[in-house]
C-alpha cells in the first residue's frame, strides 16, 4: 500500500548529503528506510556487506511486527511466504508446563510467523526498489563525529575515494558489534549467559502439531526447542549444550547428525532428526547502551541492545524502534512537529528494551534451571498459574509485542480522573465490551469498520494510524442528535489548526450520504467501535502515526491544551495540501 508524503516546507540540505543516513542494511535498517521513503524524506543506505543475509538467523515475526509491515506494504507478502505458528508449548518429562496460544490475540494477524532471515531481507528489498532506494553495499562507515547537533560521517565505498557527509541525523542499524556505537564512546553494559548452544536446521518428526513450535526441557541436560521454518516438517533447531565448551575447538564435538540426535534424547519426546544444515555453536548475552540517543545520532534494534533469543524479541524489537522512530524524523522534517519530540525517542523506548530483555533473562533463568528442586517447583507450580484463563489471554499478548506501553510523559497524556478511570476498567467486564480499556500511551486496538455495502472488503481502524495522528471523536449519538454538530465543529476546528492530525466522528449511523464531507465520519450502528475502546459519549482519543494512544479524555479544552503545549505538532492554521484519506465505504 503506498503512502503519501506530508506536503510542507522542509529544510534543505547541502547536495549529497542525507537528510537521514541509515548504516546498516539488516531488517531493521531497511525496514527504518521504508518508512522514511514512504513519508518521502531524502535518505541513504549504506551496508558494509556485499549483500544480504544468507543465514536463517532470526525466524520469528510477531504479531505487532507485521502490523508495522502492514503500514509498509509487505505483511501480505510476508505471510504468504512464511508459515504461522499457531502455539508454543514448553514441556518437561512430556507435560506442558506453558503453553502460549497465539491464535487467542485480539489483533490483525493472531499468529507467530516463521519467515528465516533471509526471506525477510528480500520482501524488505524489494519493497525499498519500488521506493526507489537503493542499498549501498560494501560501504563502510569509517569515521564519525559528533558536534552539538551536527554530525560528520566518512564514509569509504569498496570502489571510490571517501566520501565526507554532513547528514541532518544518523541512524545506527549497524548490530551487536556497532562502529557507531563505539565511535560515540557508548558503553554495552551486560554479560554473556554461561551456557553454549547448537543451533541447525533440521527435518524433524515428533508427535507435536505441525503449526507447533516447543521447548523440551531436561533436569540437568539443558533445553531443546524447536520451531517450525514451513509445512514440510522442517524446523529451527536450538540446544543447550550440558557442559562446558572446550576452549580449543579441536577438542569441541563435531556438529554431526549424529551428535544433534543424542543430544535430544531423554526430554520426554521422541523426535527424529535428518537432513541437517545450517549447524553453528553459538554464545548468548545480554547487553544494553545507557542512551539510545546521543544528538543527531539514534540506535536501534542490536547495536542499543542484545538478549537471550528465547522468545525472538530482538529483531521485532528493532522493527518497533525503527517505526517509533520514524513517523518523529518524518514530522521534525517536514515541519509538522517541534526537533524536542525527536527526545521521547529513548525516553519511551529505552524502558520498553529494558522489559524485553528483562522478561527473556527470567524466561531464560526458568527454562535453563538446573537444580533439582528448583526444577521440580518449576514444573508442578508452574502449570497452575499459568492454566487461569486471565493467564492465558495475558501471555500471548506478552510475547506478540502488544503489551508494551508508554508511560504518561511530556508527549503522552491521560486526562482521565481517577474514577472515570476506573469506570472505563470496569466496564471491560461486562459482557457487551471487549478486551481491556485501552488507555493513553498503550496501542490502539484494530477493530474492523462497518462497511455500508454488503460484500465490500474489510477495512480496517488500524490502517489510518500511520497516515498522521488520528482523533476519534466518540459521539455517542446517532446521525439526527442535535449535539452532533458540535462534535463536528471540534473536530474540523482541530484539522484545521494541526495539519498532522485527521479527525473522525464515530456516530451511530448506517450511511454516510447525509452527512457533511469534512469532519470525516466513522460508521458505528453497532456500536463496535464505541464498546472495544470503552468509550461514554463525547471520549476523545487521540493517536499517533505509530499506533499508540497520545491523549485520552473527555474535555475538549484538555485536548486543545495538550495539543498546543505536550504535543510536540506545530500548529498552522494556513492551508496545507493534504493526502489523508478515510477508507471509501466508511466517510464522506
Given at each position: 500500500?503506498?503512502?503519501?508524503p ?13 537528510t537521514?543516513l ?78 502460549y ?17 533471509p526471506?525477510?531481507?528480500?520482501i ?59 565511535h ?15 543451533l541447525?536446521?533440521a ?101 542499543a ?51 524485553v ?16 528442586p ?31 506501553h ?138 499517533r ?19 498546543q ?24
Amino acid at each position: 500500500m503506498s503512502r503519501q508524503p506530508f506536503a510542507t516546507e522542509t529544510p534543505t540540505r547541502p547536495t549529497g548529503a542525507p537528510t537521514v543516513l541509515i548504516v546498516g542494511a539488516g531488517p531493521i535498517g531497511m525496514t527504518l528506510a521504508i518508512l522514511l521513503a514512504q513519508q518521502g524524506i531524502p535518505l541513504r543506505i549504506i551496508e558494509k556487506n556485499a549483500g544480504p543475509s544468507t543465514a536463517t538467523k532470526a525466524i520469528a515475526i510477531h504479531s505487532r511486527t507485521l502490523e508495522i509491515f502492514r503500514a509498509m506494504g509487505v505483511a501480505e507478502q510476508a505471510v504468504a511466504q512464511g508459515f504461522a505458528i499457531n502455539q508454543f508449548s514448553v514441556q518437561s518429562d512430556g507435560s506442558r508446563i506453558l503453553n502460549y496460544d497465539f491464535a487467542q490475540l485480539q489483533a490483525p494477524y493472531p499468529m507467530l510467523l516463521s519467515l528465516p532471515q533471509p526471506q525477510t531481507e528480500a520482501i524488505l528489498l524489494e519493497r525499498l526498489g519500488t521506493l526507489s532506494i537503493t542499498v549501498e553495499w560494501n560501504t563502510e562507515l569509517t569515521d564519525l563525529q559528533v558536534d552539538g547537533d551536527q554530525a560528520t560521517v566518512t564514509l569509504q565505498p569498496a570502489e571510490g575515494p571517501q566520501q565526507i557527509l554532513r547528514p541532518r541525523w544518523v541512524a545506527a542499524a549497524d548490530g551487536a558489534r556497532s562502529p557507531i556505537r563505539k565511535h560515540l564512546g557508548l558503553t554495552f553494559e551486560g554479560e554473556f549467559y554461561d551456557r553454549f548452544f547448537m543451533l541447525a536446521d533440521a527435518d524433524i518428526q515428533w508427535d507435536g502439531s505441525q503449526d507447533e513450535g516447543a521447548f523440551f526441557l531436561g533436569d540437568t541436560q539443558g533445553y531443546v526447542a524447536v520451531a517450525p521454518i514451513n509445512a514440510q516438517s522442517r524446523y529451527r533447531l536450538f540446544i543447550e549444550m550440558p557442559y562446558d565448551l572446550p576452549a580449543d575447538e579441536a577438542d569441541r564435538p563435531p556438529l554431526t547428525l549424529e551428535n544433534f540426535q543424542r543430544l535430544c534424547e531423554g526430554r520426554g519426546q521422541k523426535m527424529t532428526l535428518s537432513n541437517l544444515s545450517s549447524t553453528t555453536i553459538a554464545s548468548f548475552q545480554h547487553r544494553r547502551v545507557q542512551q539510545m540517543q546521543k544528538g543527531p545520532v539514534f540506535l536501534v534494534g542490536d547495536s542499543a541492545h542484545i538478549g537471550s533469543p528465547i522468545g525472538g524479541q530482538w529483531m521485532n524489537l528493532g522493527v518497533s524502534e525503527a517505526y517509533n522512530l520514524a513517523w518523529k524524523l518524518a514530522f521534525v522534517h517536514q515541519g509538522l512537529a517541534d526537533a524536542a519530540l525527536l527526545d521521547s525517542y529513548h525516553e519511551e523506548r529505552y524502558p520498553v528494551a529494558l522489559e524485553v530483555e528483562n522478561t527473556a533473562h527470567r524466561l531464560t533463568t526458568l527454562i535453563t534451571v538446573q537444580k533439582r528442586p528448583l526444577v521440580w517447583l518449576r514444573d508442578h507450580l508452574l502449570p497452575l498459574i499459568t492454566r487461569r484463563r486471565a493467564v492465558q489471554r495475558v501471555l500471548p499478548s506478552m510475547i506478540s509485542g502488544h503489551q508494551y506501553h508508554y508511560r504518561p510523559s511530556e508527549h503522552i497524556q491521560q486526562s482521565l480522573e481517577p474514577r472515570q478511570r476506573n469506570r472505563w476498567a470496569r466496564k471491560g467486564h461486562a459482557g457487551e465490551y471487549h478486551g481491556r480499556a485501552p488507555l493513553a500511551g498503550h496501542l490502539a486496538p484494530d477493530v474492523t469498520l462497518w462497511q455500508p455495502n454488503p460484500g465490500a472488503p474489510e477495512q480496517h481502524l488500524i490502517d489510518l494510524f500511520d497516515k498522521g495522528f488520528t482523533l476519534l471523536v466518540f459521539t455517542g449519538e446517532d446521525q439526527f442528535s442535535p449535539l452532533l454538530p458540535g462534535y463536528r465543529d471540534l473536530a474540523a476546528r482541530i484539522e484545521r489548526d494541526y495539519p498532522a492530525v485527521q479527525a473522525f466522528c464515530v456516530v451511530d449511523a448506517l450511511d454516510t450520504r447525509d452527512f457533511p464531507a469534512h469532519p470525516r465520519t466513522l460508521l458505528d450502528p453497532d456500536w463496535r467501535l464505541h464498546k472495544r475502546y470503552h468509550a461514554p459519549a463525547g471520549s476523545l482519543m487521540l493517536v499517533r502515526p505509530d499506533g499508540y494512544i497520545a491523549f485520552q479524555g473527555l474535555q475538549p479544552m484538555a485536548l486543545e491544551s495538550y495539543l498546543q503545549l505536550r504535543s510536540g505538532l506545530v500548529r498552522q492554521p494556513l492551508p496545507v495540501s493534504r493526502t489523508l484519506h478515510a477508507p471509501e465505504p466508511a466517510t464522506a
